[in-house]
């Protein structure tokens, strides 16, 4: 939320804040962190962080950003990486923080609701958050069953956050996002993402929590594989212009799962015609508007804030449900 005039205007309009929170406190036991902050040229904040391991040390470089960090180094750097990893990796134990989750459910009231932070497959984990898709592709072709061990221990790690989430007082959970289908191809997906994916919702739906994926890319190709998957739903989903899958054909692909769909940042630069142009056409191609929720979950372009509420009234104004078109 932007603050200000436009949050009291956005408010009135009944939209609900989703709020990024977290379920867990995570303790590293017999590691040892160092932290390190330096000021770039730039005004921002790098922080270097080190771990000290029984089997040796691990650093990463990140770049503190408003509203995001930049990784610039990953922990692993070298097959000699390895033991390290796996003891900073086996360390990890987790508490519930229950209370901190559900002051952020309740912010606002009925006007908010808090989701725990994603949890990725173990590949995906190793990939995007240890080693980066280069590293991580040189380890697949020289060393692959040294790198599906590690799979195997940051499994054992994953199951405690799904388990935790599960024991929760989450009403919904993302357990698998940013899924890119050029990078991890469909052999890879149904062999080490899929099952997860299936473990992960086996798990909270026990719990009566519904389980989604976070997915605001191209997801053309990807989406006859999620379809198989017992998702309930895709979060950030965004259609065309950005992305390549349009709503319509998601929704036919898609039939048993809802979409929390993201409007297309690009066209916040091009004025409130454009705005209203593509909300209504958003909306003719979700009719009857079943398993459908309108909203932003990404970033608004060059700090546009000045569009969201015309955005949000436009929808207010042309949404009523059932939409007929």
């Known amino acids: 939320m932007p603050g200000g005039e436009i949050d009291k205007q956005l408010l009135s309009f009944g939209v609900c804040v989703i709020y990024k929170s977290s379920v867990w406190k995570r303790h590293y036991e017999g590691i040892k962190i160092d932290y390190r902050d330096e ?3 730039d005004g921002n904040t790098i922080r270097y962080t080190t771990y000290f391991t029984p089997a040796g ?50 912010k606002l009231g009925d006007q908010s609701i808090a989701r725990p932070i994603t949890i990725h497959s173990p590949m995906h984990e190793l990939m995007y958050e240890f080693m980066g898709i280069d590293v991580f592709s040189i380890e697949w072709a020289d060393n692959r069953d040294r790198l599906l061990h590690l799979c195997d221990v940051l499994k054992a790690d994953w ?15 993302v357990i698998e996002g940013n899924t890119q289908l050029q990078v991890i191809g469909e052999a890879r997906f149904l062999k080490y993402y899929f099952p997860n994916i299936e473990e992960a919702c086996e798990i909270l739906h026990a719990s009566g929590i519904c389980a989604g994926a976070h997915l605001d890319g191209n997801n053309k190709k990807l989406a006859p ?30 039939a048993d799962k809802s979409l929390l769909i993201h409007f297309p940042s690009s066209i916040h630069l091009f004025g409130i015609e454009a705005i209203q142009k593509n909300v209504w056409e958003i909306l003719r191609q979700a009719a009857p508007g079943d398993r459908f929720t309108f909203g932003i979950s990404e970033d608004v372009p060059n700090q546009r804030i000045d569009t969201l509420v015309p955005l949000f009234q436009f929808i207010i104004e042309n949404g009523k449900l059932p939409l007929k078109f």
């Open 39 to 41: 000021r770039a040229s």
């Open 57 to 106: 040390e691990l650093a990463t470089k990140n770049r503190i950003l408003p509203n995001t960090i930049w990784n610039e180094k990953y922990l692993f750097s070298s097959p000699e990486d390895y033991d390290a990893l796996e003891s900073l990796i086996a360390s990890r134990t987790y508490e519930p923080d229950f209370e901190h989750f559900l002051a952020h459910d309740t």
């Open 159 to 173: 199951i405690k956050r799904v388990e935790l989430t599960a024991a929760s007082p989450a009403k919904y959970a």
């Open 225 to 254: 594989l999620i379809a198989r998957t017992s998702l309930d739903f895709i979060e950030s989903f965004t259609p065309p212009p950005d992305c390549d899958l349009a709503l319509a054909e998601a929704r036919q692909i898609w």
